[in-house]
C-alpha cells in the first residue's frame, strides 16, 4: 500500500475516475498547465490532454455555470474552485439552478458534477481565501457535502462524490495538504452519510471536522493521560450526516463536545448539537459544548490568525469542563 499525501490521494482519485469514465472532465483556474496551486491536479493535462482538463478565465461564475450544464447533457465535471470563499460570484448557479433541477423537473434530471474547493485558514491567506463554508453548503437542499480529514478518506470520498448523480460539494482543508499516510492503489469508495471513528472511547464523543479532526485526536492522547477516555467521531460528510452514528456515541460517552473551524453561531456543530439535544437528550451528563473559531473574518496577521483557529487546549478545556 503506498504511502501519499492528501493532495496525491486526491489526484490518485482523478486519475483512477478518467481512465475508467470518459465523460469526466477537469476544469478550474491553473488545473491543467500548473496542475493547481495545490498540486491536486498535476499532470492530468499531460495525461488526459485539453479537451478533458480545461484552464479557465478567472471567473466562477463561468466554471460553476457551464459545469451545471455539462452535467444535465451527460458529462460528468469536476470543478475546482482555488478557494471556496469565491462562491459568492456563483451562488446562483449552484444553488438555484445545480441544487434545484433534479426536484423541478421531477426526478428526470441528473447533475453529476463535483465541485472541489480549498477551505481553512493557518496560511496567511487573509479573510477573502480563509473561511469555512460548510454550514452554508449544508443548508442548501439538493446539495451534498463531503469533508475529509485523511488521505485514505480524500481519495475514497472523492471518488464516490465523482460517481454520485447529484451535485457534490467537496471542501479540501489547505492545512491537510501535506498530510501523509497509506492509501490503497486503484478503485475504492468511502460511502456518503457514515461517519468515522478516529478513536475509540468511552468518556466523551468529540464530533470534529477536517483538520480539526488532528487537533482532537491529539488532544485525546493528552486527556488520556489524565484518564479521560475520548472518542473522536469524524462525520466525514456534513451531508448526508450520519446521524445514527453520532447519537449511538452519544449513549455510549454520555458527553458531546463539538470542535469545528467554522464560526461558531450557525455552523454545522449547532445543527449536531440539536439533533443530539432532540434525539439523544436523556442519555447526557452534561450540557453540550462547541469549541468553534469567533464571530469575526479570519484575520491576516499570523498571532492574530493563530488566536483565530480553534486550539487543542481550547478543546482539552472543554472536555474537562463537560467531564466535572
Known amino acids: 500500500m503506498p504511502n ?28 491543467g498547465i500548473y496542475g ?30 457551464t459545469a451545471v450544464g455539462a452535467a444535465t447533457v451527460g458529462l460528468r465535471p469536476v470543478i475546482e474552485l482555488m478557494f471556496v470563499d469565491f462562491i459568492g460570484v456563483a ?34 491567506a487573509a479573510a477573502q481565501h480563509s473561511q469555512c463554508l460548510e454550514a452554508m453548503f449544508m443548508h442548501l437542499p439538493g446539495l451534498k457535502v463531503a ?42 469508495t468511502v460511502p456518503f452519510g457514515k461517519a468515522d471513528i478516529k478513536r475509540e ?17 491529539s488532544a485525546a492522547d493528552k486527556l488520556d493521560a489524565d484518564g479521560v477516555s475520548v472518542e473522536v467521531l469524524d462525520p466525514r460528510t456534513l451531508y448526508p450526516l450520519d446521524e445514527k452514528g453520532i447519537i449511538d456515541s452519544v449513549k455510549k460517552t454520555h458527553r458531546l463536545v463539538i470542535i469545528h473551524e467554522e464560526v461558531k453561531f450557525a455552523g454545522s456543530g449547532a445543527e449536531i448539537a440539536a439533533l443530539v439535544a432532540e434525539e439523544a437528550f436523556d442519555y447526557l451528563d452534561a450540557p453540550i459544548l462547541r469549541v468553534a473559531a469567533p464571530f469575526c473574518p479570519v484575520p491576516f496577521s499570523q498571532p492574530l490568525e493563530q488566536a483565530y483557529i480553534p486550539s487543542e487546549q481550547q478543546l482539552i478545556n472543554a472536555v474537562k469542563k463537560v467531564m466535572e
Open 4 to 31: 501519499m499525501t492528501f493532495a496525491q490521494a486526491l489526484n490518485d482519485a482523478h486519475k483512477v475516475e478518467m481512465e475508467r469514465d470518459p465523460n469526466i472532465y477537469v476544469a478550474g483556474e491553473d488545473v
Open 36 to 65: 493547481g496551486i495545490f498540486g491536486v491536479t498535476a499532470g492530468l493535462l499531460d495525461q488526459f490532454g485539453d479537451k478533458r482538463v480545461k484552464d479557465t478565465p478567472i471567473t466562477e461564475s463561468a466554471i460553476v455555470g
Open 91 to 124: 451562488l446562483d448557479q449552484l444553488y438555484n439552478q445545480a441544487a434545484k433541477m433534479k426536484y423541478m423537473f421531477g426526478g428526470k434530471a441528473k447533475i453529476p458534477m463535483v465541485m472541489r474547493a480549498t477551505c481553512g485558514a493557518g496560511i496567511g
Open 147 to 188: 469533508m475529509p480529514s485523511t488521505p485514505y478518506d480524500a481519495k475514497g470520498l472523492l471518488i464516490e462524490a465523482i460517481r454520485d448523480d447529484n451535485p457534490v460539494v467537496f471542501l479540501e482543508h489547505k492545512m491537510l495538504y501535506g498530510l501523509e499516510a497509506d492509501v490503497p492503489e486503484g478503485d475504492y
Open 201 to 217: 472511547g468511552s468518556d466523551v464523543t468529540v464530533v470534529a471536522t477536517a483538520n480539526m479532526v488532528h487537533t482532537a485526536l
